[in-house]
């Protein structure tokens, strides 16, 4: 098998001692949240485990399972870090910029950060229009006759 190195994400990666490996499920393990190389995979019958060394030195097993869920390759590590990035950049931008506010017009919550909605809910009564804008996390912003009467985000 060829060596590959992977980071561990925020789920919990558990790096198990070389006298683990026998015992199902592994018990004496470990949480690591540093990269690691793959140096082995094991198939036992209804178990694979994948032998590691961390970027520190230790080593051990980890069970399939940590390695498909818990676990990125370095270039997908550094495209999320990229992204992350990028998006704390942009969130910086917008509060700078002040975001949405009520009393916005319709179009200045168009041009604003917050840009286009995924998806626009309209309500039409006898003496008014109402708006329901739809923004990816359960954002919305409420307008009434185009004008932005209260916003919801959330945490």
């Known amino acids: 098998m060829a060596t ?3 980071w561990p994400t ?3 990666t558990r790096l198990c001692p070389d006298e683990e490996r026998t015992r199902s499920p592994f018990t004496d393990c470990e949480s690591i949240k540093e990269p690691y190389t793959v140096e082995a ?3 036992r ?3 694979i485990a994948f032998r590691i060394r961390t970027d520190s030195g230790r080593a051990g097993w980890i069970e399939y ?3 498909m869920t818990a676990s990125e ?4 590590h550094q495209a999320r870090l990229t992204r ?3 998006a704390k950049k942009a969130k910086a931008e917008c509060d700078r910029r002040g975001g949405i506010a009520i009393g916005m017009t319709r179009a200045e919550v168009l041009v604003s950060c917050w840009g286009k909605p995924q998806r626009v809910n309209t ?3 006898a003496s008014s229009d109402h708006e329901q804008f739809v923004y990816p996390g359960y954002n919305y912003v409420y307008l009434r006759n185009g004008v932005v009467t209260s916003i919801q985000t959330s945490r």
Request: hydrophobic share 10%; proline share 0%; no cysteine.
């Open 41 to 43: 995979k094991s198939e």
């Open 4 to 6: 590959e190195r992977r």
């Open 10 to 12: 925020n789920l919990d």
């Open 123 to 125: 309500t039409r009564t």
């Open 73 to 76: 390759s370095d270039s997908d």
């Open 45 to 47: 019958r209804d178990r």
């Open 84 to 86: 992350d990035a990028s």
């Open 65 to 67: 399972i940590d390695y």
